[in-house]
């Protein structure tokens, strides 16, 4: 594969080049990984930047239909909106549940987007990579808005979280006072709650949930990345349309806002500083699932469930013979 033929047609904005390169970096094959390196040095000096918007929710609280129609207020707007799915599930299963064309019909078809479907089987701890090199490649195509969708499972909403410049979550209106089992932690990585299904019957509700959430966020601690009255709870309604300009108009002043204030930057070289730790991190541990490394892991576990051995020092003889290769 020509990687520099490659980087030059990404470059353009061309669709099908990039549905390679995400491919490439989908790969788990030796060679593919060293390729997809190079890849995306060579695209890293374009310097484009997109704004990456994060939405984590349950499922059925509506993110594929919202991601439809906020997608489409933004590219009668002009701007180009690229999709892409952050699924943990697929992996295990094998099956592409998320950032489904065919729940998205109109942005499916829409000139300015551009909707990467989850891969169907992509190698487990590739996942974060996968994804934020993917958002980098949909970056250097030209890209104004890249949209993460991801379920609430595991560690996906911290993946997607540490590649996104704005996070949202996206709740459902629920009845009773209590804050919909919503863990504390994705509370506080949250930048907006948006309250869907906003319609209807359903409006009510929703003005409560709303209210109470915008309390609970008041109750967190205040981060130095927000403005006055942020992280903010609103209403939308992904089917009826409603609140989604208010809501980009929103998205776009905190945006601004952070670039202006240094924040954006900031943000970006710490999640760079995570990723290359988090890298190093991963690759040290593969290496114990590797020949010699995994035999001596066996070895010495041998000796710790015998007796022979307590798990400290098992575990220093292991540190230390790593060190001597
Ligand atoms: N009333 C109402 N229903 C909605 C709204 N948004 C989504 N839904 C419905 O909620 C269900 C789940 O939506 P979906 O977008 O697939 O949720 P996801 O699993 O979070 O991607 C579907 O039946 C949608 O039609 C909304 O704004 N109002
Ligand atoms: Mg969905």
Known sequence: M????????????????????????????????????????????????????GLSGTPGVGKSTFI?????????????????????????????????????????????????PSPSQTHLGG??????????LCEAAGFDVVLIETVGVGQSETVVAEISDLFLL??????????????????????????????????????????????????????????????????????????????WEEMSALADWRRAEGHHDRARAAQARYWFAEEVRQALLAELERGAAKAQMERLAGKVASGALTPSLAAAQMLESLHKR
């Open 170 to 247: 996206l709740l459902a209106p629920a009845g009773g006072d209590e804050l919909q089992g919503v863990k504390r932690g994705i509370m506080e990585m949250a930048d907006m709650i948006l309250v869907n299904k906003a319609d209807g019957d359903l409006k009510a509700t929703a003005t409560r949930t709303c209210a109470d959430y915008a309390g609970a966020l008041r109750l967190l601690r205040k981060r130095p990345q927000d403005p006055e009255g942020f992280p903010k709870a609103m209403m939308v309604s992904a089917l009826a349309e409603e609140g989604l300009e208010k809501a």
């Open 2 to 53: 020509d990687i520099t033929k490659l980087a030059d047609q990404i470059r353009a904005g061309d669709r099908r080049a990039l549905a390679r390169g995400i491919t490439l970096v989908e790969s788990g094959r030796d060679d593919h990984r060293a390729q997809a390196a190079e890849l995306l040095q060579a695209l890293s000096a374009t310097g484009r930047q997109a704004l990456r918007i």
């Open 68 to 116: 439809e129609s906020f997608g489409m207020m933004l590219t009668e707007r002009g701007l180009k909106v690229a999709v892409l799915a952050v699924d943990p599930s697929s992996a295990r299963t094998g099956g592409s549940i998320l950032g489904d064309k065919t729940r998205m019909p109109r942005l499916a078809r829409a000139p300015l987007a551009y909707i990467r």
């Open 127 to 136: 996942i974060a990579r996968r994804s934020r090199e993917a958002v980098a």
